[in-house]
């Protein structure tokens, strides 16, 4: 199909994947309804129309993992570890990686935090996301370096070569995004990479916003863990995951104590408890009853967007980004977030300001009288939205705060299940609101800005 926005053709010939929610209408404050345009994926997107069919085909014969003796334990623990080789396949593991299935990216960056060697001295951009960001200084022992932001990829690479050079020996660890979840621009993984392991340092990426884009092959970038969420890969189901090398996680402290991280536990004459810790990385850190469900939709999603095709998921996406950049370029009140410039390569997420407007009184509007869906605030990645938007690194900024008028930027992000309506109904719903104003008022609520009841 041929998308005409300000005159400009733009050709979008890949039909989305289907996704739940598509078809959902939401009520305007203006009175009607309208389908809902789902524009927030960098925080969760749908899920998989194939996922669910996948889940739902399979919640029959739920049961529980690694310990009954029935048939459908058996077949779910069946499925549970066939579930960990997909994943191992969608993410090109070496044969000597191990997958561990955790909660979210937050939980998989926590458990490699908490397995760090004593001493680790930890290597982050203050670009990071406050979950690659934070975990760190809780380390036992760790150090961490917070480097300053890049102007440039190269910039990065020679920033971090620089500090690896200087950091005394032992072990070392840096900590990558693959794709900034506020500018949506790639960060140069593989030539970071290289410059950690020239200094004996490990690397960890961060592919919560990369995964859901773009092939990650863990050996071809040649990094040491990846993690990510399920939820940001249309599989909603509660489940993450870690995936990487075993040694740190083998020879670490079991990140919960608990059935199935042990092999035996026995209680000693002298009263004490003392347990015997299983030496697989995914065994001795999964403790408690494994989320099957939540592995399974991962498992499915990443077959699913296998068999569609990343190469050809990620033109879908930059069409649609031309659209969006295209529509942007036509009101001039608006400035794109970047680090890397406008030439960088990107995924389908894309923050801006529009001058004269408070962003969450912007992201209220859209939703409230044009039924989008978009994001508002520092993205949880504070230092960045502050250095992008010229503030101090003291200076305050709450999410979603809508007082805070010049610390807060709109987020818009895209998937697999976009359609082009949606991006064209956002740019034309902004370029109304930034022309007209907003048709209603607006009032904060419990920190969020909200429409006033009418009248
Ligand atoms: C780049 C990045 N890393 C980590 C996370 C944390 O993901 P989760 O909330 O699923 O743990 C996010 C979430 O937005 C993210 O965008």
Same mark, same amino acid.
């Given at each position: 199909m041929t998308v005409s926005l300000a005159g400009n053709p733009v050709t979008c010939d890949l039909p989305p994947l289907p996704v739940l929610g598509r078809d959902v209408t939401v009520p305007l404050v203006t009175g009607g309804e309208v389908t809902y345009a789902a524009l927030d994926y960098a925080a969760s997107a749908p899920a998989l129309q194939r996922v669910w069919d996948d889940v739902a085909a399979y919640a029959p014969y739920y049961g529980s993992v690694h310990? +009954? $003796?029935?048939y459908l334990s058996q077949l779910s623990t069946e499925l549970f570890e066939q579930s960990r080789a997909t994943v191992a396949g969608f993410l090109g593991c070496r044969p000597t990686d191990e997958v561990v299935f955790t909660r979210s990216t937050t939980d998989s960056l926590n458990l490699l935090a908490a397995a760090l060697p004593e001493g680790t001295q930890v290597f982050v951009f203050e670009t990071e996301h406050h979950a690659a960001l934070l975990p760190w200084q809780r380390a036992k022992g760790a150090r961490v370096t917070c480097l300053a932001a890049p102007r440039t990829p190269e910039q990065a690479v020679a920033a971090l070569d620089v500090a690896l050079h200087g950091a005394p020996k032992g072990p070392k660890l840096v900590c990558v995004t693959g $794709? =900034?979840?506020? &500018?949506g621009e790639l960060w140069p993984v593989r030539e970071l990479a290289a410059a950690a392991h020239r200094h004996g340092a490990r690397i960890v990426l961060d592919a919560a916003q990369l995964v859901p884009h773009r092939a990650v092959d863990i050996g071809e970038l040649d990094v040491d863990w990846v993690a990510f969420s399920g939820h940001k890969l249309y599989a909603p189901f509660g489940a993450g995951v870690l995936a990487g090398r075993p040694d740190w996680l083998r020879e670490a402290e079991p990140y919960l104590a608990g059935g199935g991280a042990t092999r035996t536990v026995v209680r000693r004459a002298d009263g004490e408890v003392e347990a015997e810790w299983q030496e697989s990385a995914a065994a001795r850190h999964? $403790?408690? =009853? /494994?989320n099957v469900i939540g592995a399974y939709a991962i498992a499915s999603a990443c077959k699913a967007l296998t068999e569609a095709g990343l190469d050809r998921l990620g033109e879908h996406e930059a069409q649609l980004l031309t659209l969006l950049r295209d529509g942007l370029a036509e009101i001039p009140q608006v400035r794109v977030l970047s680090l890397f410039g406008a030439d960088a390569d990107r995924v389908g997420v894309l923050s801006f300001v529009v001058s004269g407007w408070n962003s969450s009184h912007l992201a209220a509007a859209l939703s409230a009288e044009h039924g989008i869906g978009v994001r508002d605030g520092l993205f949880c990645a504070h230092p960045l939205v502050k250095h992008l938007l010229g503030g101090r690194p003291e200076d305050p900024g709450a999410c979603g705060s809508p007082e805070n008028l010049s610390f807060n930027a709109v987020r818009i992000s895209f998937g697999a +299940? &976009? /359609? /082009?309506e949606h991006v064209t109904r956002f740019v034309a719903a902004l370029a109304t609101l930034v022309r007209e104003g907003a048709s209603w008022t607006y009032h904060t609520r419990n920190g969020r800005c909200v429409p006033a009841p009418s009248a």
């Open positions: 310990r +009954g $003796a029935g $794709a =900034s979840n506020v &500018t999964e $403790a408690g =009853s /494994p +299940g &976009t /359609p /082009p």
